[in-house]
């Protein structure tokens, strides 16, 4: 079995030939291969960085030791204290290394596609749904990202029934990719007449965006339809027949798009879509192959299976995956979510490194 130096040495000698790669005058011209390669590099790069860190941190307390052992009176104290500092640096140093050599997620980098609709609950759930879509949206302004909207479908009372965001930021999906399921919320609907607390609930998914190379589409796998986009209640609100719906026929995977005017434009959004929604069922059940049975980041959306509760009277969220509870719904809701999604960035690492020590 290869030792973790061995490996170190080996990672070192690919960024080399990696940056080496970088270097030809033909990458430039490759887009795609420029891709790949300073997604690499960049990964290569945090590692070697860290590695680095590592031996110097282990290098001064190798010094430290030695002058600590030929000092005396308060030069002695003093190594004794820079001993104490370096023996405290190294705990975190060989964690972050070790976290950095944990398999990298193959969705790492990529921007987002992030949908969110009404689930159960009639029009409430709506609400609900345009409520956990301006958290992201200014979730999305408070760490810097760029949000474009591809669909958003009013309802009749001024929710969403549907909305589609492309979300570009390098940690995009690393940082959203556990809002994926069920949203619950329990409060007082604006239509409740006796001030009784409703249970609704909206579903989110999040799925890697798909470049034209990462999916083949055949188009004679598509079925293409053509028809008047319409407001809430169904209401017509265009003249021409620009909302397009396509069908991928070998998954039945189905995406309509009616955001745009245009016909050509609502055909592009609807692509971009469905080559993410092939992506992600393909990266699925290659896991399902090798034994990671995942559920379904969706489910039914039905009030029992709940990734988060959000709960208006208590001021509460409480996120049942880490059994994490907070009171702080209004500033949940304003886009503070890194509390919660850090602690579940940390969930996930420690559940990573103990299966890798379990090997």
Known sequence: ???????????????????????????????????DLSRRHKELAEINNAWNDLKSAQADLG????????????????????????????????????????????????????????????????????DL????????????????????????????????????GDDAWARLEHEAGVHRVQRVPVTEAKGRVHTSSATVSVLPEAEEVDVDINQSDLKIDVYRSSGPGGQSVNTT????????????????????????????????????????????????????????????????????????KENRVTDHRINLTTYTLDSVLAGYLDPYVDALLSEKRARQLAESDGR
Do not use: C
């Open 1 to 35: 079995m290869r030792s973790v130096d061995q490996t170190l040495h080996v990672l070192q000698d690919e960024l080399h030939t990696v940056e080496a790669a970088l270097s030809e005058p033909d990458v430039a011209s490759d887009l795609n291969r420029l891709r």
């Open 63 to 130: 010094t430290a030791k030695e002058m600590f052992n030929e000092s005396s009176g308060d030069d002695r104290e003093l190594w004794r204290e820079e001993v104490n500092n370096a023996e405290a640096r190294l705990p975190d140093l060989e964690m972050t290394l070790e976290t950095l050599l944990l398999p990298r997620d193959p969705n790492e980098g990529r921007n987002v596609i992030l949908e969110i609709r009404g689930a159960e609950g009639g029009e409430e759930a709506n609400l609900f749904a345009s």
């Open 133 to 168: 879509a301006q958290m992201f949206r200014r979730y999305v302004a408070l760490r810097g990202w760029k949000l474009e909207v591809i669909e958003e479908r009013e309802s009749e009372q001024g929710g969403l029934d549907e909305a589609i965001y492309l979300i570009k």
């Open 241 to 312: 027949d620009s909302a397009v719906r396509i069908t991928h026929l070998p998954s039945g995977i189905v995406v309509s798009m009616q955001d745009e005017k245009s016909q050509i434009q609502n055909r592009a959004k609807a692509l971009i879509v469905l080559r993410s929604r092939l992506l992600k069922a393909a990266q699925d059940a290659q896991a399902t192959e090798q034994g990671d049975l995942k559920r379904s980041q969706l489910g039914s959306g039905g009030r029992s299976e709940k990734i988060r509760t959000y709960n208006f």
